[in-house]
Structure formats: structure tokens, C-alpha cells
Nanobody, 128 residues
């Protein structure tokens, strides 16, 4: 079992930066990948970014490329989502997720179904 706890959300103005953290605990073996998803009110959960176990491979949604960066500190078992140039449309609950699926190639880890563990979510609200 993997427990995930997100932190760092809040209410910010458009254009500023915010960093989300996701602390993982519960077992010694690392998941194959970690990801961030978000869900705005009345909308489906959508992929934001993912990072491989070693941190060498990352991917991001087109809507956040150039603005959001995913990274991880394996020593701290923590994944980060650095968000910059925030927009009101980035307002959502942000979820951290962990995957035990070994996937290689383009398109991996962009679907919520590939993740078996989820955090409780952290609210990010961007005002205009």
C-alpha cells in the first residue's frame, strides 16, 4: 500500500507561482510512476503531469506545458508540481497518484486508470 498526502494548495492571483508537494509513504519499493491530475468543478479529472520512478522521464498535458514542471526527490519520497504563470482556468482540486504499472513508450501514465493510489487532493484557486 502507498499513502499519498498532498500539500501546498491555496488561493492565489493569476500570474503567480505555486508549488504542490506529494509525500509518499507506506512501503519501501517505489511506484513505477507518479502523476498529478486535477479536477475542476463539474468537469472530469484530467491528466496534468507524470514522472518516472527514477525521475528521468516526464510528461505533461499540453495545457500546462511551459508553465508546470514535475519533479521528485527520491530521498524524501516526495513529488512536486511547480506551477507558474497560473491562470483562472487552472483552478481545480489537484490530486497526486502513484502507479504500479510498468509502461514504456509515448502515452504512458496519462490515464487515471493506470494509477492505483490517490491522495485526498489539494485545492488550488486562481483569481483573476
Amino acid at each position: 500500500q502507498v499513502q499519498l498526502v498532498e500539500s501546498g494548495g491555496g488561493l492565489v492571483q493569476a500570474g503567480v507561482s505555486l508549488r504542490l508537494s506529494c509525500a509518499a509513504s507506506g512501503r519501501t519499493s517505489s511506484p513505477w510512476a507518479m502523476g498529478w491530475f486535477r479536477q475542476a468543478a463539474g468537469k472530469e479529472r484530467e491528466f496534468v503531469a507524470a514522472i518516472s520512478r527514477g525521475g528521468s522521464t516526464t510528461s505533461g498535458a499540453d495545457s500546462v506545458k511551459g508553465r508546470f514542471t514535475i519533479s521528485k526527490d527520491n530521498a524524501k519520497n516526495t513529488v512536486y508540481l511547480q506551477m507558474s504563470s497560473l491562470k483562472p482556468e487552472d483552478t481545480a482540486v489537484y490530486y497526486c497518484a502513484a502507479s504500479d504499472i510498468h509502461c514504456v513508450g509515448y502515452g504512458c501514465y496519462k490515464g487515471a486508470g493506470e494509477y492505483g493510489y490517490w491522495g485526498q487532493g489539494t485545492q488550488v484557486t486562481v483569481s483573476s
